[in-house]
């Protein structure tokens, strides 16, 4: 299984201090990919639940992983009209 290099990560965004958020928002990525890279699929609240972490928040790492070059992967769950939606992470 490949594993998560963060040595370049850098969150963007304009009210990131990577003097302060650095360790955190690494901590939330590393949990992230590690639940969503296990190979089962996972809402935002399932992945949420897991990380101990906001959905919000969840959203934005799947995003970041997204810009590393990962693949994060979508598909609807359910009903179509509900608009609930599940994640998976595939290696690079």
Do not use: F
Request: hydrophobic residues 35%.
């Amino acid at each position: 299984m490949t594993q998560l290099d963060l040595t370049d990560y850098r969150p963007q965004g304009s009210t990131i201090n990577p003097e302060h958020d650095l360790a955190r928002l690494s901590k939330q990525c590393r949990a992230v990919w590690a639940v969503t890279n296990s190979g089962q699929w996972m809402t935002l609240r399932e992945i949420s639940t897991a990380c101990g972490a906001p959905e919000a928040s969840i959203s934005a790492r799947l995003r970041q992983l997204r810009a590393m070059g990962w693949t994060v992967n979508r598909r609807r769950r359910g009903d179509p009209k509900l608009g609930l939606h599940e994640y998976s992470v595939v290696a690079k």
